[in-house]
């Protein structure tokens, strides 16, 4: 029987989950009402996604306990959590066999990142307007794909709209979250990391994350062998062109200050936009800034010294 407009290809699921994710993901971003920019002719905030996917009992998610705290859940440790939680557990009988991760980029379009890029301090209205407006869209990819999954009766739950999502205060003052879609994009072979402390993926670092964990198997994504292996700073030692470009000092050849790059925005950036009346067509409850992720050799490809 011919499919309908929309209808779920089931089939496909049950030979091919990692392709009919991508489909599903790729689809709904694509046509959701949540991905224009109203403000601006209603053009679309992100381009097609890019989408990898990951064993959940991979060693790589036990080791960001090292990497970033003890703190950091693994997919099955989130899964277990979830599925513990749940009131009503149908189809859940004993253990869960598998974990497997889906995680996704979704890049900025290019009008916003040439309007970004001669932008004085970052934080053009196009990308604030991406940022925050922007966060409807994002979430709601996470939820679809959540529920989805669901749907297919598997267990399924997007880590940073869980429960458990926590952010902590580290020593040193800084924070960091008990799940990070960045290590977590890396784990499933969607980029490496940059100087700039973002993901440089094959459609740049200038992208949204988001991940969803599910009680099924899904196969690895082949990912870079070193986390830093597309950043030319970290390959030969040339570029760094991310220092110069953050107005906010805070990005230096150690790599970005998280702590560094929130005081400026929260104390300087602000200030500034305010008394230049910048502000006038912003939105959200913060500065936005993109300098760090536009006008640089990886804002929207691999930089080509490092391939
Ligand atoms: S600007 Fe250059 S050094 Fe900085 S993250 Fe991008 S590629 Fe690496
Ligand atoms: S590190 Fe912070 S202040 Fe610097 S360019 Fe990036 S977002 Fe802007």
Redesign the pocket.
Known sequence: MKKQAGELDTDLFQTDPCRFLENAIKNYVLTSPLNHLTAFDNSPIVDEPLVGFADGDDPIFRELKTVIGEFHLTPREIMEKYISEKRWRFGVTGGIDRVGVVSWALPLTCETRMIERSSPFGGSPRYNHSRWIGIRLYESVEQYVASLLEVLRCNAVAPVQSKFFEIKQMPGDWMAANWSERHVAYACGLGTF???GLM?TSRGCAVYLGSVICDRALTPTPRAESRVAY???FTDGS????IEHCTGSAISKDGRSNIACLKNLRDVQAGKVINLGLDKELVGPAPACGRCSTG???EDRI?SAAT
């Open positions: 940059g100087l700039n440089i950043c030319p700073y570029c760094g062109l991310c640089l050799p990886c930089p």
